[in-house]
């Protein structure tokens, strides 16, 4: 393998309200990896308690919602970050339509969430989707767009250098 080509790194997230958008950039841009985003064919625009009922029924219904082609081959890359909002006590209803259709082994997978306190099985469900590959972090934040955000963003710094340094 060329050495060009070795640890090409791709950071794969979803996200309803920016939360996890804004972790997923951050990483994107401060190791300059490419950038993949779930985006469901149909989003709901609901606020409030509302997108609570309708989102946690999508994921108790174990759905999986279309997506849009995606633009990026998980299979190109050697590092993969995955991001998710935390539903429901797990990941959102995107990477199960992702896992779902997306197979790959043997990468070195680091996980992050965002959620509102309570992470929940988010990265035990999400390690049982990628158990064949090498899982190298994991970190979580709290609502990072509207609690402490630049706390996060140096946080999230830091577990990534600390993620590629380990490697
Ligand atoms: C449908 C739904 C279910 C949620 N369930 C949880 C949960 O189980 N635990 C939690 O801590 N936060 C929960 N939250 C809050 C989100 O995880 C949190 O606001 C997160 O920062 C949103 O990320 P995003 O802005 O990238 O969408 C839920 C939010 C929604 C919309």
Redesign the pocket.
Known sequence: MEKSSKNKKLVIYY???????LIAETIASDIEADLLELKPQKELNSKGFM??L???SQVMMKKKPDLHPLDKNPQDYDIIFIGT?????TFAPPLKTFFSTVRFNNKKVALFS???????KTFENMKAELEHNDIIGEIEFF?P?VKEREKDIHRVKEWTKDILKNL
Request: glycine share 24%; proline share 4%.
């Open positions: 996200s309803f309200e920016g939360n996890t958008k997108k609570y309708w989102g946690g909002p935390v539903w429901a006590w965002c959620n509102g306190g309570q992470n929940g609502e767009l």
